[in-house]
């Protein structure tokens, strides 16, 4: 394919240029690259046994949650069966929900917890 000689620049020198002076034109893009990420959100089931203090220590420590929205979070679980403890990628939920099930295994509670698209 036979290749164009460099152009000179189209704008006359006293005019603002877009250009680097090579007689290339960077062009906005006037619509977004990429799409968001899918979001998922972490959520906690209730149980019977795991201690209440558990599952705040939890909502804090992987969820980085203060001490009162952790147990407004945990008492929502409590009363209503289950509650969102936050909305992450794909990836980070994952992660979270192992960690959780593994915090809570080790401890030996049946707590439970899953992802959902949110
Ligand atoms: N229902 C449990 C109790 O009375 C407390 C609890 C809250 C357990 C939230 C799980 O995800 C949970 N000890």
Do not use: S, W
Not at 14 to 22: A, K, L
Not at 92 to 105: F, G, N
Request: charged share 25%.
């Amino acid at each position: 394919m036979p290749v164009d000689p460099p152009q000179p620049p189209v704008t006359p020198p006293e005019t603002p240029r877009q250009d680097d002076g090579q007689g290339a034109v960077v062009a906005e893009r006037k619509t977004a690259k990429t799409e968001p990420p899918p979001m998922y959100q972490v959520v906690m089931l209730n149980d019977d046994y795991t201690p209440m203090e558990f599952v705040v220590m939890v909502l804090q420590e992987y969820f980085k949650r203060d001490l009162e929205t952790a147990t407004q979070i945990m008492l929502k679980i409590h009363h209503e069966g289950r509650g969102v403890c936050g909305v992450y990628t794909k990836d980070v939920a994952a992660t979270k929900v192992e960690l959780v099930l593994a915090a809570a295994r080790r401890a030996g509670h049946p707590l439970q917890c899953i992802m959902e698209a949110a």
